[in-house]
Antibody
């Protein structure tokens, strides 16, 4: 059974940092592209970032470029999202997702990030 | 960045009816790299369609996708009670991926 389990969400002040993790199991993580997608409660999906299976290629949404960094550790089957200079508009549920370079087969249940003073 | 506009925002239909959802791109989507997802309250999205018209594993054949270029359509034939949800399109033909704003299919 495919499982993606996110952790690391919580309350952070504007300008602060947070690191999200996503532990994968049930599929071959090391050959899968991985993504982060976020969703403000009650709103639509917003793609955030993706990383190639070997970590050699990454892309970001314009809204997070320069502030967020996606990375992975294939030995630990874990995906990361380092979020710096957080803003109120970054408040959302962050989903870890994966498999292809574009469309996404596998989704986690999400972790809530709240940016507020 | 390619902007995806979904219409209508809400579709009110009865079980057994056909749903037709539209997704229009601000520029041509390369190689019809467009996907559709279904999301129910409190759940993560589920992949329905990829490459504009290919059904994902385990998706019933009442779901079909079509289109190319800038205009894409998701059709749900004979709506079942479990099909009432929010549907999103997503393009992956450019280096920056984007989702549409969603269409809610609700029970009339």
């Amino acid at each position: 059974e495919v499982q993606l389990v996110e952790s690391g969400g919580g309350l952070v002040q504007p300008g602060g940092s947070l690191r999200l993790s996503c532990e994968a199991s049930g599929f071959t993580f090391s050959t899968s592209w991985m993504h982060w997608v976020r969703q403000t409660p009650g709103k639509g999906l917003v793609w955030v970032s993706r990383i190639k299976s070997d970590g050699s290629y990454t892309t970001y949404a314009d809204s997070v470029k320069g502030r967020f960094t996606i990375s992975r550790d294939n030995a630990k089957n874990t995906l990361y999202l380092q979020m710096n200079s957080l803003r109120a508009e970054d408040t959302a549920v962050y989903y870890c997702a994966g498999r292809g370079s574009g469309y996404v087969d596998y989704w986690g249940q999400g972790t809530l990030v709240t940016v507020s003073s | 960045e390619i902007v995806l506009t979904q219409s209508p925002g809400t579709l009110s239909l009865s079980p057994g009816e056909r749903a037709t959802l539209s997704c229009r791109a601000s520029q041509s989507v390369s190689s019809s790299y467009l996907a559709w997802y279904q999301q129910k309250p409190g759940q993560a999205p589920r992949l329905l369609i990829y490459d504009a018209s290919s059904r994902a594993t385990g998706i019933p054949d009442r779901f079909s996708g079509s289109g190319s270029g800038t205009d894409f359509t998701l059709t749900i034939n004979r709506l079942e009670p479990e099909d009432f949800a929010v549907y999103y399109c997503q393009q992956y033909g450019s280096s920056v991926l984007t989702f549409g704003g969603g269409t809610k299919v609700e029970i009339k």
